[in-house]
């Protein structure tokens, strides 16, 4: 959304460049989102956006599910039951 100046709902090749410029790295991000635009419009659309910043590896990782199960997994039991849902959730409303 900081990268869509004109709030169209896409990001143009000129704003990811001007966003991106001030980033020590911005060449690299800006030559990988550029790869993004599949349909080579000029604009990265939202679902382009994601597609290019999700890493599937990353995230399917056991690693990282183990972590996130570890959370509401409370007592460690390897179960999440219904008493830890309750639990995370009176969190969320308090938040």
Known sequence: MAL???KDGSIS?????????GRED???LY???KA????KSG???YTEFIAATLDAHT????????????????????KIDAEEIV???????ME
Do not use: P, W
């Open 31 to 33: 030559s990988l989102l």
């Open 4 to 6: 869509d100046v004109n």
């Open 87 to 93: 639990n995370i959730l009176g969190h969320c409303e």
């Open 59 to 78: 995230y399917m990782k056991f690693d990282y599910l183990k972590s996130a199960f570890d959370i509401f997994d409370r007592d460690g039991s390897g």
């Open 13 to 21: 090749l000129e704003e990811l460049k001007a966003g991106l410029g």
């Open 43 to 45: 604009q990265i659309d």
């Open 26 to 28: 911005g060449e690299t």
């Open 36 to 39: 993004a635009d599949l349909d």
